[in-house]
T-cell receptor, first 115, second 116 residues
Framework: AQKITQTQPGMFVQEKEAVTLDCTYD???????LFWYKQPSSGEMIFLIY??????QNATEGRYSLNFQKARKSANLVISASQLGDSAMYFC????????????FGTGTSLTVIP | NAGVTQTPKFQVLKTGQSMTLQCAQD?????MSWYRQDPGMGLRLIHY???????DQGEVPNGYNVSRSTTEDFPLRLLSAAPSQTSVYFC???????????????FGPGTRLTVL
């Protein structure tokens, strides 16, 4: 069975600093995808970044990058130059071929950016 | 392009009442799904569909029914509401249902349901 673990219930970061949100996963499927979503206080789920299990390079999207360490089964989200608008819940998710590409979500990390 | 839309945004029900949460997407996506979000538990899959006429159960299907008569619409029915179904419900869709783990799911704005 697929499992996603986010061990940081809450994180604080100073504005303009970088922050890393941890995510570990467990799957026996060699073909899978890892995703990060942001959920601000308004409640919507916003897609941030994606990494495929066969991708050689770490994914980047603007200030977001995904630190993918396949052997350690970790897919940490790095946010550079934090902004006040980055304060939100962040969810890691995984899909895998052997489970019909259903999404499995972690329990989330609450990030607060301090001015 | 409206993306994924959900109605209503908020709903209060009494125990035993039934209702339908509406979900529609205008992106011609094959895959659609329903999740519930409870505090401290992330999002859990209720039901999903890989195309019109095809649905299947997810992790927490009990108490919910779905159907998919068109590509665009994927309603979720609560048959007899219970307080344990108080939650935030999200509908999501992705392009392909053909077996790629790389497809991003795009979410609707959510429906906050309270069952008294």
């Amino acid at each position: 069975a697929q499992k996603i673990t986010q061990t940081q219930p809450g994180m604080f970061v100073q504005e303009k600093e970088a922050v890393t949100l941890d995510c570990t996963y467990d799957t026996s499927d060699p073909s899978y995808g890892l995703f990060w979503y942001k959920q601000p206080s308004s409640g919507e789920m916003i897609f941030l970044i994606y990494q495929g299990s066969y991708d050689q390079q770490n994914a980047t999207e603007g200030r977001y990058s995904l630190n993918f360490q396949k052997a350690r089964k970790s897919a940490n989200l790095v946010i550079s130059a934090s902004q006040l608008g980055d304060s939100a819940m962040y969810f890691c998710a995984m899909s895998a071929v052997n489970t019909g590409n259903q999404f499995y979500f972690g329990t989330g990390t609450s990030l607060t950016v301090i001015p | 392009n409206a993306g994924v839309t959900q109605t209503p945004k908020f709903q209060v029900l009494k125990t035993g009442q039934s209702m339908t949460l509406q979900c529609a997407q205008d992106m011609n996506h094959e895959y659609m799904s329903w999740y519930r979000q409870d505090p401290g538990m992330g999002l859990r899959l209720i039901h999903y569909s890989v195309g019109a006429g095809i649905t299947d159960q997810g992790e927490v299907p009990n108490g919910y029914n779905v159907s998919r008569s068109t590509t665009e619409d994927f309603p979720l029915r609560l048959l007899s509401a219970a307080p344990s179904q108080t939650s935030v419900y999200f509908c999501a869709s992705s392009y392909s249902a053909s077996g790629s783990p790389t497809d991003t799911q795009y979410f609707g704005p959510g429906t906050r349901l309270t069952v008294l």
